[in-house]
C-alpha cells in the first residue's frame, strides 16, 4: 500500500480505526476484532488507531493481542477524553498529571515500550493547550511516545500547539459527508506541516450503502442517537448516498471504496482510518488505496454531495 507522511511521521495511506470494536455499531467478540486487525495488517495497513476510552481500556488489549511480535505497526491511541465505564462521555482532563498517568497506562495495556503517535484526545478548556502539548513533549523526550497527535482541535489550538512541540497530525472527522475541515482546520494544518488522519471516513457508515433506514440499526448501536440517523434527517443523507452510489456504479466500484479514494485525493497529506468490524470489511477498506479518481470523478461526487450538504448536526446527542 501506498505510504504518506503526517509531519514527521510515515505510515500508509489507510490505517485500521478501531472505534467498531468498542461494540458501539453492533456486538463483536475478542477473538472477531484480533482477527480482522490481523487481516488488515495482512492487506497492507501500518497503522492502528485507538483510545484508551474505547471500551474502557479494552480495545488498547485486542489492539495488543493482534500486533504481538510485529515491529512494522504504529500504534495511535490518544488519552485526555473521559467516559463512564458505559461509555458515556464524562468531560476531559488535559492536565499533565492526567496526561502522564493516561500514557503509562496505555503503555500497559498495549504491550509495548513506545507509542508511535499519541493524540491529545480533546483540548481541555481548564487547561492551556500549550501545558497539555508540554506534557506530551516530556513524553517524547523520555522515549514513550515517538509523535504527537491532536484530535478535533481548532486551527488556532493547533497553531499554539505547534509553537511548544511538532505535532504529526491532526485527528478530525473527514468524508464527502462531513467536509467541515476544508475551511479553516485542513488549511492551517498543511501551513504547520500538520497531516490529517481522517476520523469516520464512511460517515459513520452512511457511505458504506448498508444503511437503508433508522430501524436498521441494532439494539444497542450508539448511530441510534445520532442526528444524521435518526427520522428527520435520514431520508436525506440517504438521497445524498444515492447520487454517490450511482458513480461508484458507473466506475464499478464500491461505494465504500469509492468514498475512500476521493478521501485520499484531496491531498497527500490525509490518511484515512475506516472502522471494521470484520476481516472482510478491512480488506475492502484496504483496496481503496488501488483506486484512482480522474479529475471529471471528483467533480461529479463533489456536485453529488457538496460541502455542508449532510443533514442534521455531526455530533451525537448527549
Known sequence: MQTRRLGALTTTAIGFGTLGLTGGYGAVGRD???????????????????????GGG??????????????????????GALFTPEGRPAGVDGSPEHLRRACDASLRRLGVPRIGLYYLARVDPRVPVEDSVGALAELVAEGKIAHIGLSEATAQ?????????????????????????????????????VGLVACSPLGRGLLTGRIIASDSLGEGDFRRNH???SAAHLGDNLALVAGAQEIATRRNVSLVRLALAWLLAQGPDIVAIPSSRTAMHAEMNAAAADVELTEEDLRQLSEAMPP????GDRRPRR
Request: zero cysteines.
Open 32 to 54: 472477531e476484532s484480533v482477527a480482522a486487525i490481523r487481516h488488515a495488517l495482512d492487506s497492507g495497513m501500518r497503522l492502528v488507531d485507538t483510545a484508551d476510552f474505547y
Open 58 to 79: 479494552r480495545v488498547e488489549s485486542v489492539v495488543a493481542a493482534a500486533v504481538a511480535g510485529r515491529d512494522d505497526v504504529t500504534i495511535a491511541t490518544r488519552g
Open 157 to 193: 489550538e493547533l497553531a499554539r500547539a505547534v509553537a511548544v512541540h511538532p505535532v504529526a497530525a491532526l485527528a478530525s472527522e473527514y468524508s464527502l459527508f462531513e467536509r467541515g475541515v476544508e475551511a479553516e482546520v485542513l488549511p492551517a494544518a498543511r501551513a504547520l506541516g
Open 227 to 229: 442526528p444524521r440517523f
Open 308 to 311: 455542508g450538504a449532510a443533514s
